[in-house]
């Protein structure tokens, strides 16, 4: 066992977080650790968000559940049941208890198997799930019952648990968990709002085949997650929807606005969802999978996905996903969904209160679209947030609507701070104290709704677990984009809505979808249509009417390239950075040592490509020197480095924050953006994270390089908030010089020539570049403003009403341009005012390009949009193109991929797009 526990610990780290053990698979960009050579490059360009657990099946062998006798809980044969370790057991430390999806004991494993199993699932290092063989439905007693148990580990630990687990061997062997296609589930089990509830498919059905393919494929970018969404919800008509009879708008006297058809079908698809009916016969449709059985002496209630049988009434949940694509009016759907149901009577002591949960970014949308679609004094909304958060829970009930952050929640969450997802023996040694809970907590709300909702896909993200730990009546999740990464971003939500019991609880979406998913189980890709068809409504603007007419009317759109040629001084500094990106990255492949940053090496040649100014003449020190070993013996302490080298950290920590990197601990680039610090191996978290782990092991998380508080640095707080040309201080454009930047140029070419009633929105993800545009926006007499993700709310708010002003000849101080930091203030905008986009630096995720062109390809837009990107010819931005375009090309072919490529995984593939971008043959 100590041979597996030392393997556990090393490559066994990364099913666990905290301060020795993070997951691999969820590494951020800049580690450097003593591993074999090609992981960590490949774990250095991987995604920054969670995928899921990757873990296989290791061995399925048939054992029992004892001591049925003494507990409660009913199972039925083929259903799937957890397995959970009871450490306080008295009368066996090593007791594992089988559990039912209603979360009711059945018995325990036997003794002698659960000896054999407690360590290994302490550690994490297995993950065990049974499936009844047995079952106690006929009222008679039952000591023990068959169960199939299977075992699940991480590919890497399958050959040390080969010899752990051998005797495994001598119990009766069951071949892998069988093709779900086999087991007993009703075909007219699975059926979503629209789902026509045929024969299951098999493996070769086409469609299924599409969507198990494209599951696997899901994240490379928007088209695929797109893609998957659509075969997803396929065969679901939303077109015939029936429209609310009477939906609040001008003629009830309660919004300004009436709503479109499709805003109208998806209030009556919500207030269905929030009074949720149980079948009550035999005929009826499942809802949330629950179907009423005959019994024997009584009728009983099946759970279709589980197998779960009850004669209790199943508790089901209210709410559920409105996916609509962007712009298609989601925020006007909500204040609807809010108006008509005022007058409900809600169970239990919910009060009247709707709690909205927003990214500052949107904030002040909500703020105007309340103003602007909701009838004056039909409803009271309070904003909850910075200095208005001194407020008790009681005001807070007052109110019809409160709009909040997911930082407020996250940090008001009454969550125990010391479990970042460690063991619990971990978390009992850290005595850090829990937090109480904060005012929102305190509250019992009539509802939540999370907007932007896809931020809450990482479960271990406090702000997941905090909007999970809102107490509400009802819940929502607004969200374009449901599934990001993987089928497992949906489990996060599904935990969130604490909808369609026991899916919502991850183990249950673990062993029902995202295992069988994985092994292409059509089944699965079956349940996973079902659930979606159950929760989720989703339109895009190609959608048509039941007349077949768009949802929506938009103004044209046009994409233009706009190629620019780097100048000979910055083509130098090019040229150099990727010949010495080239020789770090060929050495990390040789020795598997060394800081071969393939990620922040290129992004110093992307700033470049926008100007010169962007790159501090340490970067290129940096590289000329040799790579350094990982220093080992006592912490070094940050005032013992010289003071070039703690600028160096500085700078260093300054791009990350400007990346929105996030931090090495929690994963959350919010929560960086807060206390950002750097280490002094370079290593970058937020300053409590860090500070925590240091009360349990003085060493750095990402480098296990010895390290203390005095190890870390700072920013200095003046450079956190403010470091950037405020909109409203032009003299302090005025007085810096514009630098030389041919992209910049260029911009300024267009602005002059375009119409003076026409304005103009200015991407970039490099603020320090959008500083340099200010400057030279300024110097050529065009009005401009700014929008980046460091302002507070107020500033935001005004910054946007100024902008959606018209230009006229009068005010010649509006606007004309808004420059934009790409990642912080591109999401859920409205700028309609423009009809220019500039994109300034293209990159992987396309995406977000899109959500940005949607700030202004909206309703409300009159003009037809130009969508204007600017590339840097002969660099790694063409580069980049050309790898986007042929993704897009092979996503096209229904996911009709290489066998070589599709056998990659994504950081396998990622990782050749870098050595594609770094000419690295
Ligand atoms: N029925 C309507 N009549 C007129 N304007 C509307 C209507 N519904 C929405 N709008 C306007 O359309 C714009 C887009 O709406 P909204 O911001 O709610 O879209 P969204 O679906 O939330 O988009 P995103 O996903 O980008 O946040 C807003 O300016 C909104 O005021």
Request: hydrophobic content about 35%.
């Amino acid at each position: 066992m100590e041979n597996l526990m030392t393997q556990g610990s090393s490559s066994g780290r990364s099913s666990q977080a905290g301060p020795s053990s993070r997951p691999m698979n969820v590494t951020p960009t800049r580690t450097k650790r003593p591993r074999e050579m090609s992981t960590v490059i490949k774990d250095e360009v991987d995604d920054r968000s969670p995928s899921p657990e990757l873990d296989e099946h290791f061995v399925t062998f048939r054992t029992d559940v004892v001591g049925v006798q003494y507990y409660r809980g009913l199972v039925g044969r083929g259903e799937y049941v957890m397995l959970r370790r009871e450490p306080g057991n008295q009368y066996d430390p090593n007791a594992v208890q089988v559990i039912n999806a209603s979360g009711t004991q059945v018995g325990h494993i036997p003794r002698a198997v659960a000896g054999r199993l407690a360590e290994l699932m302490d550690h994490s290092l297995i993950s065990v799930e049974g499936r009844m063989i047995g079952q106690n439905l006929d009222g008679a007693k039952h000591y023990k019952l068959g169960m199939d148990l299977s075992i699940y580990a991480r590919p890497s630990l399958k050959e040390v648990l080969q010899t752990e687990l051998s005797w495994t061997k001598t119990e009766t062997q069951v071949q892998k968990p069988p093709p779900s296609a086999s087991q007993p589930v009703s075909a007219s089990g699975f059926r979503g709002h629209g789902n026509s509830g045929t024969a299951l498919p098999g493996a070769d059905d086409p469609t299924m085949k599409k969507l198990l393919e494209g599951l696997k494929q899901i994240g490379e970018d928007q088209r695929s997650a797109d893609n998957v969404m659509d075969s997803l919800t396929g065969d679901i008509d939303v077109s015939k929807l029936p429209l609310h009879p009477n939906p609040p708008g001008v003629a009830s006297g309660q919004l300004n606005t009436d709503l479109l058809p499709h805003q109208s079908q998806a209030l009556k698809w919500m207030i269905e969802r929030e009074n949720p009916k149980l079948p009550s016969s035999p005929k009826d449709k499942p809802v949330q999978f629950w179907v009423k059985q005959k019994g024997d002496h009584k009728d009983y209630f099946l759970n279709v996905a589980t197998k779960t049988p009850q004669y209790d009434e199943p508790v089901l949940g209210r709410g559920g996903i409105i996916a609509d694509g962007m712009g298609l009016g989601k925020t006007l759907s909500i204040l609807s969904l809010i108006m008509a149901t005022k007058k409900d009577k809600v169970d239990g002591n919910f009060g009247k209160t709707t709690l909205i949960v927003c990214p500052l970014s949107v904030l002040s949308n909500w703020e105007k679209q309340i103003g602007d679609h909701v009838t004056h004094n039909q409803m009271t909304f309070y904003t909850y947030h910075g200095s208005s958060k001194g407020v008790t829970a009681k005001t807070l009930e007052q109110y019809d609507v409160i709009i909040t952050t997911y930082n407020a929640v996250a940090a008001e969450a009454p969550l125990d701070p010391s479990n970042n997802g460690r063991s619990p023996q971990k978390v009992k040694k850290a005595k850090v104290a829990p937090t109480t809970a904060g005012p929102l907590f305190k509250v019992k709300w009539k509802r939540v709704v999370a907007d932007e909702g896809h931020v809450l896909r990482n479960p271990k993200a406090k702000m997941t677990q905090g909007f999970a730990a809102l107490q509400a009546n009802r819940r929502w999740v607004c969200t374009g984009t449901p599934i990001v990464n993987s089928p497992s971003d949906l489990g996060s939500l599904l935990t969130c809505l604490q909808i369609c019991k026991p899916l919502d609880k991850s183990e249950y979406f673990k062993t029902l979808l995202l295992r069988p998913l994985r092994r292409g189980d059509p089944t699965a890709g079956k349940l996973l249509q079902a659930l979606v068809g159950e929760v989720l409504l989703r339109r895009t603007k190609d959608s048509k009417d039941s007349k077949g007419r768009k949802l929506i009317e938009l103004p044209k759109i046009e994409y233009f390239r706009v190629g620019v040629k780097l100048d000979e001084e910055t083509r130098k500094g090019y040229d150099e950075i990727l010949e010495g990106s080239r020789q770090r990255f060929r050495e990390a492949l040789e020795t598997g040592q060394g800081t071969a940053n393939v990620l922040s090496m290129l992004t110093r040649m992307r700033q470049l490509c926008l100007s010169s100014q962007l790159v501090p003449q340490s970067f290129l020190d940096d590289l000329r020197r040799p790579i350094p070993k990982i220093p080992t013996g006592p912490a070094i302490s940050i005032s013992s480095l010289t003071a070039g080298k703690r600028e160096e950290l500085i700078a260093k920590l300054r791009t990350y924050v400007e990346e929105d990197t996030e931090c090495g601990v929690c994963y959350d680039e919010a929560e960086f953006a807060k206390r950002p610090c750097i280490t002094d191996c370079g290593h970058a978290f937020c300053y409590p994270c860090i500070e925590r782990i240091l009360l349990t092991a003085p060493l750095c998380p990402m480098d296990r390089h010895p390290i203390g508080l005095p190890s870390i640095l700072e920013l200095p707080p003046d450079q956190i908030v403010d470091d950037y040309v405020d909109p409203s201080d032009s003299s302090q454009a005025k007085s810096l010089l514009p630098v030389k930047s041919a992209k910049i140029d260029e911009l300024v070419k267009y602005l002059k020539v375009f119409p003076s009633d026409e304005k103009t929105l200015v991407f970039s993800q490099f603020t320090s570049f959008l500083d340099q545009v200010a400057i030279s926006l300024t110097g050529e007499g065009i009005a401009w403003t700014r929008f980046d993700g460091r302002m507070n709310a107020a500033k935001r708010q005004q910054v946007i009403s100024e902008f959606q002003r018209p230009l006229t000849e009068k005010n010649s101080k509006v606007p004309r341009v808004m420059l934009i930091s790409l990642k912080s203030g591109a999401v859920g905008l409205n700028l309609t005012a423009a009809s220019n986009v500039f994109l300034c630096d293209p990159w992987w995720q396309s995406a977000i390009e899109a959500q940005a062109i949607d700030r202004v390809h909206r309703m409300g837009q009159r003009k037809e949009v130009r969508v204007f990107q600017l590339i840097a010819e002969d660099t790694v931005e063409s580069a980049v193109l050309d790898i986007q375009k042929r993704k897009d090309a092979l996503v096209a072919k229904a996911f009709e991929k290489s066998s070589k490529e599709s056998k990659m995984t994504k950081k396998e593939a990622r990782f050749e797009e870098m050595k594609e971008l770094l000419g690295v043959k």
